[in-house]
């Protein structure tokens, strides 16, 4: 493999096994609690999770790629930073 790709698989590696880490030790942390966590991950939260996790990992594969430029890169993911500190992660049924 040359540099660029090897480069490319740590950045989309990295943070999609992090995901799947965390993923599995919630669902193992589920199972063993009376469901707590089912409280905050709710749909909603679940896939603005996701949605963030795949525009920062497909923002730096790009990146990565010399596909963009760093001063986009950091709009982008100010953007994003922004975006998920604005928003108000829901509560279940606390909040309808």
């Known amino acids: 493999m040359n540099g660029e790709l090897t480069a490319l698989a740590i950045v989309v590696g990295t943070p999609l096994l992090a995901a799947v880490i965390c993923w599995v030790s919630l669902m193992i942390t589920m199972r063993e609690t009376t469901g707590e966590l089912k409280h905050w991950l709710t749909p909603d939260n679940l896939i603005k999770g996701i949605a963030i996790i795949f525009v920062i990992v497909a923002v730096l ?28 992660f829901r509560r279940g049924k606390e909040l309808d």
């Open 61 to 88: 594969a790009l990146g990565v790629l010399k596909i963009l430029d760093g001063n986009v890169i950091a709009t982008i993911l100010s953007g994003v930073i922004g975006y998920t500190l604005g928003t108000t």
